[in-house]
């Protein structure tokens, strides 16, 4: 079983920046494809990024250009680096493990899931 612990949610101004991170507890986390999901109330959860083992990346449409996904395997630990950030991004966000899986949208893929991270953007 994978323990991941999300961190670097909060409150920012429109077209302000933030970091999310997310920490993996797990011996071979190079084996795992890593993706970040977002979720506000009232609506299903979205993608958002996903980056496997080599670093290739996958972005959702509304996040392309201003959203970079990045990964550290000596750290264990995956990030989100979100610039010009809109109210319409604020959510709880995600990150998720697939063991030996491909870069992917889809959140059927993911084994297991963070707790989540509030990041609010205010206007």
């Known amino acids: 079983q994978v323990q991941l612990v999300e961190s670097g949610g909060g409150l920012v101004q429109a077209g302000g920046s933030l970091r999310l991170s997310c920490a993996a507890s797990t011996r071979t986390f190079i084996s795992y494809t890593m993706g970040w999901f977002r979720q506000s109330p009232g609506k299903e959860r979205d993608f958002v990024a996903s980056?496997?083992?080599?670093?290739?990346?996958y972005y959702g449409n509304s996040v392309k250009g201003r959203f970079t996904v990045s990964r550290d395997n000596g750290k264990n630990t995956v990030y989100l680096q979100m610039n010009n950030l809109r109210p319409e991004d604020t959510a709880v966000y995600y990150c998720a493990s697939n063991l030996l899986g491909s870069i992917s949208a889809g959140d059927r893929e993911y084994d297991y899931w963070g707790q989540g991270t509030q990041v609010t953007v205010s206007s």
């Open positions: 980056i496997n083992y080599k670093s290739d990346t």
